[in-house]
């Protein structure tokens, strides 16, 4: 084989060698160029919370005992505030049947009603639940469902974390008309009705147990925080 076959024998080869690794580098720049376009969307990291304080006082207005926790918003909650967003007919919601966890209904109120519960012990807290345990509803002895008085929010500001939060808070009593050995408040949800039957509970949470004589008054502040 002579110089000029040889030397026109490697150029091919460097051209098709060539040729191969442009190829594969537009494939690669391709590829990557897609795997960029095809990620998921970031999330704003918005999240429901919410914190309970309880604070009973005799009828002095004493203070006796300092209850505080962060309270569970349950899935009647969470898909309520989903329906309010975007629409949906009472299919889409809950009502009072144990085991679901849709919101049915008008949702024509808020959830700034405060209940309390008086079962003997805590009750265990879970996302299915949609009533309290044991509530002394139409006792007419200062415990029954009740609007909050006061409501107040901010506006998150968007720096820094900074969260949307809306305090909802109201006193019970003074109590009346109890048994001689007093009653027991161990547990608190927020309800958008003040009748058990037409309301959605949107957070609960226990209470260690407070036990209260006649006179005294229990103030039950919820912090839902948005953000």
Known sequence: MNRNTTYALFGVTFALVASSMVGSNLLSTQSYGLVAQDTTPSSDGMKITGHVTTIATDADGHIKAYRQSDNLVVD??????????????????????????????????????????????????????????????????????????????????????????????????PISGLRAAGTQVTESGLFNSTTIAASGMFAHQAITSLALNNGDSITIKWTINVG
């Open 76 to 173: 009647v909650g969470k898909n309520c505030v989903t329906r309010l967003l975007f629409g949906g007919g009472i299919g889409t919601g809950r009502g009072l049947s144990v085991g679901t966890n849709d919101c049915v209904g008008g949702l024509n109120a808020p959830w700034t009603v405060i209940a309390v519960g008086n079962r003997t012990a805590a009750p265990t807290i879970a996302g299915t639940d949609h009533l309290l345990a044991s509530e002394p509803n139409g006792t007419n002895n200062g415990l029954n469902r009740q609007l909050s008085t006061s409501l107040s929010w901010t506006n998150s500001t968007g720096a820094g974390g900074t969260s949307s939060s809306t305090v909802i808070q109201t006193t019970f009593g």
